[in-house]
């Protein structure tokens, strides 16, 4: 399942837009939103990609530490969990000193 970050409407994982609204899911959905808010803080240096333990293969192989403005889009592509993808995007900080 993907969420409107706008109207927080459910769409498919298929979906490319917003049913509801019609936005870009690649641009609005919450896990696009969550990635560009992580991308665009200067403390989070990687971006783990998080899959629940009994996910889908394909869940499984793209899970997985990235560089920040590599990690991959979700839904994930070809996701065949049976409650649609449930990954999620966790920061990795970099340690900060004063
Ligand atoms: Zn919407
Ligand atoms: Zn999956």
């Known amino acids: 399942m ?7 409407a459910q769409a498919q ?3 490319s837009e917003c049913p509801r609204c019609h ?3 690649a641009e609005f959905s ?5 990635l560009r ?4 803080n200067a403390r989070v240096a990687n971006v783990r990609v998080v899959a629940e ?4 293969p394909a869940c ?10 590599q990690a991959p889009h979700l839904p994930v592509p070809g996701c065949s969990c049976p409650n649609g993808c449930c ?12």
């Open 2 to 8: 993907q969420t409107c970050s706008r109207c927080n």
């Open 23 to 25: 936005a870009s899911l």
């Open 60 to 69: 499984q192989q793209v899970a997985g530490t990235y560089a920040k403005d």
């Open 87 to 98: 990954c999620f995007y966790e920061p990795m900080l970099t340690e900060i000193y004063p």
């Open 13 to 15: 994982d298929y979906e």
């Open 30 to 34: 919450a896990t696009a939103v969550a």
């Open 53 to 56: 333990a009994n996910a889908c």
């Open 37 to 40: 808010r992580l991308q665009t």
